[in-house]
């Protein structure tokens, strides 16, 4: 089920891959770029920090055929039809959430640390989102855009390895803290949410001090 649950994450990144490169007027073989890049990205880093061997889509016909079909069809797609304005965002919220708790699980799986669980939680879920934006030219990437990303991502680690300690099944506990990531991400995105910035807290300093 974890691995259904994991295609449909990386179906989702692909598909933002597609969507990022249709707006920065790529060709269709960017499209597929970027979509394997978005999609396999994190978890190749995850991988390669925990030193295990081979990298997990190297073997997996099913999840490189998921990023082919899904790239290729959201290309077609996109010759016939336009898709909301933030429809990359839902699609990506939707790869972020999966794709980070599948992250939690495979870190506990190793035996890490429960702080290393979190931090490889987060990586995963983010990393193919930095590189495709990087490849897209887009400068700062949305991670150092917006707030709520890597923190629903750390949100939803948290949950995972909370859950996974009080004796939860690995399905439920993926569901569960799928759904916060994604809760908090599309919340942060639909209501304008975001963490005081700088140039905000130093404002309403000088305004109490002109109080």
Not at 12 to 29: Q, T
Not at 97 to 118: E, M, N, Y
Not at 154 to 161: D, E, I, K, R, T
Not at 176 to 192: E, K, N, P
């Amino acid at each position: 089920m974890l691995h259904v649950l994991y295609l449909a994450g990386v179906a989702a990144f692909a598909a933002s891959g597609v969507l990022a490169a249709y707006r920065a007027n790529m060709d269709p073989f960017g499209g597929l770029v970027l979509a394997f890049a978005a999609s396999i990205s994190g978890g190749t880093l995850r991988d390669l920090v925990l030193d295990r061997q081979p990298l997990y889509w190297t073997h997996d016909w099913v999840l490189l055929t998921v990023i082919i079909c899904v790239g290729v069809g959201t290309m077609i797609y996109l010759r016939f039809w336009s898709l909301p304005r933030k429809s990359l965002l839902v699609v990506d919220a939707v790869g972020l959430s999966v794709v980070t708790v599948i992250g939690a699980r495979a870190a506990i799986d190793a035996g890490a640390t429960p702080l290393a669980v979190i931090i490889l939680a987060v990586l995963t879920g983010v990393a193919g989102e930095v590189i495709r934006d990087v490849l897209c030219g887009e400068f700062p990437p949305l991670l150092l855009r917006e707030d709520v990303y890597a923190i629903a991502a750390l949100a939803g680690g948290c949950c995972y390895l909370l859950l996974h300690h009080l004796g939860v099944g690995a399905t439920p506990a993926a569901a569960v803290s799928a759904g916060v990531v994604f809760a908090l991400r599309m919340g942060a995105v639909y209501l304008g949410l975001h963490l005081p910035r700088p140039q905000q807290l130093r404002s309403r300093g000088g305004q109490q001090d002109s109080d």
